[in-house]
């Protein structure tokens, strides 16, 4: 048994390895013209069949004039990474915020990963803001903390002004937006430039620090190992059984907290994190970075609990950075939050009767799934069926969130703060947009990045196209509250709006917080 096993295991790696070389060599290769011109039909033929709001921000003639322009400047043979530069900006044009374009970067081997992963490379180290046209380094987490607060002039050879411009193009908030962008490239300027340059061992980088130019090289460095002592063979001391179960309970007791508040690793930080101001109780702060990672139900019950016993007066919901996730989560906050009965979401236009089906038999969905969902397609089909209806020519998938529901028994009936701004995107916007509608929350920050009147997420075909190798990620799904504004196209606009400086930044002030605090101290 255990001889055909590693049969199994060496045939699989040696296919592994076959597939990681094909792939690697399809995405150099110089594609034909009129290869390249058949994906962009296939994308947006993928796109006109799946997305139930294509037309939404930009007309139908617009877009198509769009489409047809990116075929006709494909006029030589190119590689899978030049096609990318072409083809992002064009469906970003369609100013849809979830729809995403995956560049053809080099994949890697096991035994190439595993080398990698001994190493780190330092530009990743590196946290970027976006700050009056210029990208700074606001922090980080290697060794040299000479580099914060210095601006970022050049990367290699290319001006930090003109990537900026550059990366902007490629992707979208929802609608006419703008602060998203502003916000969005400065914190994941090193995943897009990795997505425009692809892999490299190191990179050389220009900064000025006051008035004081200088060039830093960034390399891929060891990672932090123990040194020789601790690797000593030391003598292990004996606890004791009552030590024994104390330091069990305290591992237990510290894993569920992390599973509580979602710990993220790599950054030595919670998802959820909740705390009161001050030295009484009267003021209670929530930061949540996103509706993401682990079971929420006990984080809420537990702190809506505490906010219910303390009497406190005033919550300062802190959804900055919170680029969204889970509609079920958001649901169940709300209803901690508002004081009446409400209908969280309308139902969800879509394109098909069987949205959930057309998402497992994706193409870039693995064969197991697919196995299984072909196994059990009846009870989806008839699902999906169930949960679908047509009205005035549109189909409409019915969450359960579409349902009146009654505020949680624990409700919070006093003041509410909430602090925004670009990167507050899809679910923090939707939960935004009922706050402010039925005026529950003065917002303090700019305007968020995900549109008041809804967006198309909720769950996604991921299409590979057949040439390039690029994945495109098309949502299924309109998500929207009862509510709407006009004009439509913007996101939830903040009440008091402030903007940090970059001062304020590497000093570590938080000027929306401290306004929200002067204005509670005012009010007391």
Excluded at 46 to 51: D, G, I, R, V
Excluded at 109 to 120: A, F, Q
Aim: positive net charge; aromatic residues 12%; contains cysteine.
């Amino acid at each position: 048994m255990d001889k055909y096993v590693l049969i199994i295991c060496i045939v699989l790696t040696l296919f592994s390895c076959k597939s990681v070389e094909r792939y690697n060599r399809e995405v150099i290769t110089l594609h034909s013209v009129a290869d390249l011109q058949k994906d962009v039909d296939k994308v947006y033929s993928q796109l006109k069949k799946h997305h139930p709001k294509l037309y939404q921000y930009t007309s139908k003639s617009v877009l198509d004039y769009k489409i047809d322009s990116l075929k006709k400047s494909i006029t030589k043979p190119i590689n899978s990474r030049a096609f990318y530069k072409k083809i992002a900006p064009v469906l970003a044009h369609v100013r849809q915020g979830h729809i995403s374009v995956s560049s053809a970067s080099k994949r890697f081997t096991r035994k190439e990963s595993k080398e990698l992963k001994k190493n780190k490379f330092e530009f990743y180290d590196l946290d970027f803001d976006y700050i009056n046209d210029k990208l700074w380094i606001i922090n980080t987490r290697g060794k040299d903390s000479s580099l914060v607060g210095s601006e970022v002039v050049k990367i290699e050879n290319d001006n930090t002004s003109d990537l900026i411009k550059i990366y902007k193009t490629r992707y979208a908030s929802d609608g006419y937006n703008k602060t998203l962008h502003n916000r969005s490239v400065g914190r994941y300027f090193a995943s897009l430039y990795y997505k425009d340059k692809g892999f490299v061992d190191s990179l050389t980088v220009t900064l000025k620090n006051k008035d004081s130019i200088y060039v830093k090289v960034l390399r891929r460095v060891p990672k932090k190992t123990k040194n020789q002592d601790s690797l000593k063979i030391k003598k292990k001391t004996r606890l004791a059984k009552t030590d024994k179960q104390l330091a069990k309970a305290k591992a237990k007791q510290l894993k569920r907290e992390n599973k509580k508040r979602g710990y993220i690793a790599k950054r030595k930080e919670y998802n959820r994190n909740f705390s009161f101001i001050g030295k009484d109780s009267t003021v209670a702060y929530m930061n949540i970075r996103s509706f993401t990672r682990t079971n929420y139900k006990r984080f809420y019950k537990e702190s809506f609990k505490k906010i219910d016993s303390a009497k406190t007066n005033y919550l300062i919901l802190d959804l900055r950075n919170n680029g969204g996730g889970r509609i079920a989560e958001i649901d169940y906050l709300y209803a901690y939050l508002t004081t009446k009965p409400y209908k969280f979401m309308e139902d969800s236009e879509v394109n098909s009767r069987l949205p959930i089906f057309k998402y497992l038999m994706s193409n870039t969905t693995s064969v197991g799934t697919k196995v299984v969902g072909g196994l059990f397609s009846p009870f989806i089909i008839a699902h999906n069926l169930v949960k679908t209806t047509k009205r005035d020519g549109k189909i409409y998938y019915k969450f359960k969130y579409s349902k009146e529901k009654e505020p949680n028994a624990l409700n919070f009936k006093g003041q509410i703060y909430v602090l925004i701004n670009g990167n507050s995107f899809s679910a923090s916007s939707l939960i935004s947009t009922h706050l402010q509608a039925n005026k529950r929350a003065i917002f303090v920050g700019e305007e968020t990045g995900g549109a008041y009147n809804g967006c198309v997420a909720g769950i996604y075909k991921i299409y590979k196209l057949p040439t390039s190798q690029i994945k495109t990620r098309i949502g299924l799904m309109q998500i929207e509250a009862p509510e709407k504004q006009t004009p439509d196209g913007y996101g939830v606009r903040a009440n008091i709006k402030i903007e940090p400086t970059i001062l304020d930044k590497l000093s570590r002030t938080d000027p929306e917080l401290n306004w929200v605090l002067n204005d509670i101290y005012n009010q007391k």
